[in-house]
């Protein structure tokens, strides 16, 4: 069974920056792309960013290009999400995922991930 935990959120003004961190269990966390997703209040769960097994390839929605960097540590079984410059509508719960099927390519399709995080709030205030 594979838990991804995620850890590093909080509260920051705008203009601020949070690291995020996801520590996965299991000893083949190098072979899957990974992905992070945010979920506001009364809104549906958005794509953020996603970075291949070998952390060759990398894919951010529009919202947070230049912003974020995804990040993956395969020594460490880490995937981190870098967040500088943020605004207020970068508010959410954000999880972290698991594509499904090694060696995958980079995606921000939800239903291509098979196993997620319980999430860490990020509030960010004006």
């Known amino acids: 069974q594979v838990q991804l935990v995620e850890s590093g959120g909080g509260l920051v003004q705008a203009g601020g920056s949070l690291r995020l961190s996801c520590a996965a269990s299991g000893r083949t966390f190098s072979s899957y792309s990974m992905g992070w997703f945010r979920q506001a209040p009364g809104k549906e769960r958005e794509f953020v960013a996603a970075?291949?097994?070998?952390?060759?390839?990398?894919l951010y929605t529009d919202s947070v290009k230049g912003r974020f960097t995804i990040s993956k540590d395969n020594a460490k079984n880490t995937v981190n999400l870098q967040m500088n410059s943020l605004k207020p509508e970068d508010t959410a719960v954000y999880y972290c995922a698991r594509k499904r099927g090694l060696w995958g390519y980079v995606t921000g399709r939800a239903n291509e991930y098979d196993y997620w995080g319980q999430g860490t709030q990020v509030t960010v205030s004006s």
């Open positions: 970075i291949s097994w070998n952390g060759g390839n990398t």
